[in-house]
């Protein structure tokens, strides 16, 4: 019972977790531009974060310990630290993007300018991950964030014509009068918006702090398995609810704001509250996550001593990161920059940094001195490599795209 | 990979160049458009939504329309494209000045004014649409009036 209570709780943390501020975002304006002609590339990033995050699950499972501990260690320190650099740069400018989008979202709730409440939201974060225990930031945030399921009632309740959204999804070219550079363009996004890195991270050093061994790895493959493509769920009833209400008027969707319409238009107050909900929690859960990242990926590079496992006071130097990347985040924060435009940013150098984070991982998985018999299977292994493709040809494609496109406008 | 871009991004075609300022004179109408019909919307809907949350959406839309009016009023159009420049000018500003009004109702919770604020943005809606549609069929076009 108690194993059926743990998967249960996963398999929501997991839904609730998988929708972020760049999914939010990302998915409402693809909708709203270009229908669900781009649903299928969020099934792909659906697909492949389930193949790496249960790599770097079983990982963590088998040896007990967490991605960049094992990357340094196996690829040597050149590999380990361009590999940190990739990932902790998009991590850091997602963990931004987050901090900003819970300030929106409190804008939205009280009606206070976000430069005002951005402060008071990074303090926040900063005292959860400080004080609070690694269950409440993991459980709590992706539980509430499962509010966003409002999104898939909202869709229902609109009542869209669902042969023209089912000809969008099939359609796989963009809508007139939009331009394939401009398409391919948000295909890199959504793609980036699904697979950002810190997710493997948290992920797996999550594995380490809840002292995951090779019992678990059959709970762990059931969360990623069930939450993942339930999350991605999630994403394409954002998509299509913006699509249904803005796409019509050729209006796009550049605002916090403007995401949460479709659920008050199709459920009125009630379904607005809880949308908020879903954002605050989405977004808060989120930036406690890339926050932790930053600490992680460091301190793990180094060798330092991690987590919220042990005391504050032995982890002093992974705490001490947490508040310098919290620092950094709110000075970047109050230079006045759009958090929406660095959500933009976040979600296509994420794409930039996809094989760099991936592929450590696929060569660890692959290694029996770490992984014993667990390594990866000939499938899997395929699926892997064909990922490895895709990720390369997305983060080619990306930094060309965001000028050729002028970031997609 | 970030510092290539960036010099990359400087490289980009500079104004006044003739599609250079079409595709500006797009964006900025489509932006702007989109305040406008985020705020009819809203408004539209006003009793299903909270007083904070309306603020905010009529707030952002009208800032974002002041970013998109000002960011092509900055770039100079290119001599052929001077009339219809001015054309594109005007509206922007009466969407803009249009989205201020509403802004200024929302805040006073003059829901009274929002029938009127829903047709009033409704017509500049369209008339920002009919321009659109000509700035896109140009250059075949542009010796019209």
Redesign the interface.
Known sequence: MKKLLNVALGVLTAIGGFVDIGDLVTNAQVGARFGLSLAWVTLLGVVGIIVFAEMSGRIAAVSGRATFDLVRERLGPAMGMANLLGSM?VTLLTYVAEIGGVALAF?????VDYLLLFPFVGALVWLVLWRAKFSVIENLFGLLGLALIVFVVALLKLGPDWSQLGHSAVSFQPPK?EAWSTWAYYAVALFGAAMTPYEVFFFSSGGVEEKWGVKDIGVMRTNVLLGFPLGGVLSVAIAACTYV??NP???????L??V??PV??AL??IG??IA?LGFVAATFGAACETGLSTGYSIAQYFGWQWGKFVRTDVAARFHLVLLLSTVIALGVLATGIDPVQVTEASVV?SA?ALPLTYFPILVVANDRDYMGEHVNGRVLNVLAMFFMVVLTVVALAA?PL??WT?MG? | ??L??II??AC?PGTPDEDSWR?DAL?SI??V??SV??V???LQ?HD??????L???AV??ED?AGTASTKLSAVQPPEPYQGRSDTVTSALDDAESLLTDARIAVVRRDSAAYADLVRRLKRT?DRL?RIEDRI?ALPDDRSRP
């Open positions: 740069g804008q939205l709730i009280c009606g009068p209400v803005f008027l050729s209006a796009s969707v550049d605002t704001g403007q949460g319409l008050a238009i009125g107050k607005l509250a908020l150098f930039l930094i965001m000028i002028r406008a | 990979m970030v290539v871009a990359l991004s980009a595709v964006r489509g932006d458009s989109s019909s985020s009819q919307l809203a809907h299903r939504l909270f007083g904070p949350y603020q905010t959406v952002q839309a974002a809606g649409s896109r």
